[in-house]
T-cell receptor, first 113, second 114 residues
Framework: DAEITQSPRHKITETGRQVTLACHQTWNHNNMFWYRQDLGHGLRLIHY???????NKGEVSDGYSVSRSNTEDLPLTLESAASSQTSVYFC????????????FGQGTRLTVV | GENVEQHPSTLSVQEGDSAVIKCTYSDSASNYFPWYKQELGKRPQLIID?????GEKKDQRIAVTLNKTAKHFSLHITETQPEDSAVYFCAASPRGGGYNKLIFGAGTRLAVHP
């Protein structure tokens, strides 16, 4: 079955290290998104992409970057991890078109110590 | 950019009662308003959505209403059951970005007590 998967599910890293979270979908969706979830803030958009070689900044993009070299993957990189980036990260994807359902991955719990 | 506010942050009801969650949005051009349910430790999943050309939509015990003039929309759950206990998120799809990205509210934690 087609799906969207994130890896790793859990990660602990040290302040200042570079970290990459993987997101892979097999639906051939053009749209892919990264959100972070923190208590009291809901889901905040970090970066998003509408197709290969397209990337855009979201609401809370500082300290994060993404690249889209193929349709299936949108890795999220924390360039220099900070304690404020401790969070649960969700990747999502949706079909091209106005107002379409976003399907979420299982989430990655990242702890920066 | 789009801003979505959601109230209340927590809601506690008795089984069988109704629950209402309200959201307001800032971008008058937003045209798609989904609601997601997230159970503890799980991923958010779509439960119902509404588009700007519709005022109300119903699916069994859940319904969503949209008031474009006032820029607010609401989720109504009737005959609540313990399995309705979860965090609910509203979202809006703003014009900026081609109506594809979703901006979420902060969430409402609903507890249904037997």
């Amino acid at each position: 079955d087609a799906e969207i998967t994130q890896s790793p599910r859990h990660k602990i890293t040290e302040t200042g290290r570079q970290v990459t979270l993987a997101c892979h979908q097999t639906w051939n969706h053009n749209n892919m998104f990264w959100y972070r979830q923190d208590l009291g803030h809901g889901l905040r958009l970090i970066h998003y992409s509408y197709g290969v070689q397209d990337t855009n900044k979201g609401e809370v993009s500082d300290g994060y970057s993404v690249s889209r070299s193929n349709t299936e993957d949108l890795p999220l990189t924390l360039e220099s991890a900070a304690s404020s980036q401790t969070s649960v990260y969700f990747c999502a994807s949706s079909v091209e078109g106005s107002g379409t359902e976003a399907f979420f991955g299982q989430g990655t719990r990242l702890t920066v110590v | 950019g789009e801003n979505v506010e959601q109230h209340p942050s927590t809601l506690s009801v008795q089984e069988g009662d109704s629950a209402v969650i309200k959201c307001t949005y800032s971008d008058s051009a937003s045209n798609y308003f989904p609601w997601y349910k997230q159970e503890l430790g799980k991923r958010p999943q779509l439960i119902i959505d509404i588009r700007s050309n519709v005022g109300e939509k119903k699916d069994q015990r859940i319904a969503v209403t949209l008031n474009k003039t006032a820029k607010h929309f609401s989720l109504h759950i009737t005959e609540t059951q313990p399995e309705d206990s979860a965090v609910y998120f509203c979202a809006a799809s703003p014009r900026g970005g081609g109506y594809n990205k979703l901006i979420f509210g902060a969430g409402t934690r609903l507890a249904v007590h037997p």
